[in-house]
């Protein structure tokens, strides 16, 4: 039970942090508290320290497959397989982008498609794309989409945000093109009162040793309570609270638990929105991430936590874990996430225009598939 274990008095002296906090630090801190997703951004951000700082690697490759002379889908996994051996390079060492034209072509196709459909000619087409890595979809996008528009009057503006966008201050009253591929937004943790649904946010605790403990206090974080109120307006019931005849009947069993089971919330998802909503009134926002994912931690939304040892991504059962050398990646609710993105930048009037496809769907309709088909 939460409310048996015991808090160390200690952890109370401990000072409670914020990511933005942690940027000018060479090593992880100790004697510290964070909210779970400040935890997760300092492991995955931190300039000095962080996974996308110092070990992840984008892979590199100069040379473009032929598909049409592949026999099928396991000839070509086989040969991405065997082009990722040949490139590994050390954790430290810097790669150049990757070349990724056919997936850059639909993307493209997609865009000029719309932007004619839309805005050409009265203003041209802006394009900002945000992400962790380094901007490798970018280079091809821009190639692409000159392959496809067929009008030479179809001008490119295209920027790479090289800045957090959370710092982001400046207006852009344009029409533009927002893009958001497996972006990595840090979320937190909460749990709530088996009884009366009462929601508890998740601390991580780290103490001078440097371990690491997970304590809950009543949600009182803004952005937290922004995200749960927002949420309580659509038509989602978290999985953890259903069935509330159950959770009575079981909460009075011996040695039963007080708190439902963990619960992630995209948090830094909400207020990348709220930014959009801010400062890129005019914006069209295309997001690209994964929908499920295997091997995820316990949790509803939970996500995937992993690290290379000996060439192989080896998963992980918790998100606490030491800063910097694990990948940690959620799934996205995609039909929620649309539901909070018209709450938050249209005031909850429905859009026609918002659609969901799996990549499947999308790449049947965009990609070049005679270029791209194997034998």
Known sequence: LLDEIPINPEYSTYKRYNASQLTSRTTPPKCVQMLVRDFI???????N??????????????KEFEFNKIKDNLEFMNLVAKMYKEHEVPLDVTNKASRQPWYGYA??????TEYKLSGYPSHDLIIYELGAG??????????????????????????????????WNELVADPCYIFAFEDNFAHDLVRYDYVAEKPYQAIVVIDDKGEFEEIYEPVNDPLITRYLTLRSRTLYKTPVLQNRFFRKLRN??????????????PTKELLFLEILKDYFPQHRLI???FYKLPDTIRGIDAPVVQTRYEDTMVPCSTFMVSPGWFDIFFPTNFELLRDIYLLVCHSGKA?????????????????????????
Request: with cysteine; charged share 25%; hydrophobic share 35%.
């Open 252 to 265: 009075k069993l011996p040695f039963s638990p007080n708190m439902t089971s963990p619960e992630f919330i």
């Open 351 to 375: 859009k026609e225009n918002i659609r969901i496809l799996t990549q499947h769907d999308f790449l049947k309709r965009y990609a070049d598939l005679e270029r791209t088909k194997t034998r």
């Open 49 to 62: 320290y962080g996974y996308f700082s110092k070990q992840a690697i984008i892979f590199s490759s100069e």
């Open 107 to 112: 993307i493209a196709k997609y865009v000029v």
């Open 287 to 289: 997001i690209s991430d």
């Open 41 to 47: 951004d300092d492991s995955l951000y931190n300039p």
């Open 134 to 167: 380094n901007a490798t979809l970018m280079p091809e996008l821009q190639l692409q989409s000159q392959n496809v528009q067929n009008n030479k009057n179809v001008h490119d503006c295209v920027e790479v945000i090289n800045k957090s966008i959370f710092d």
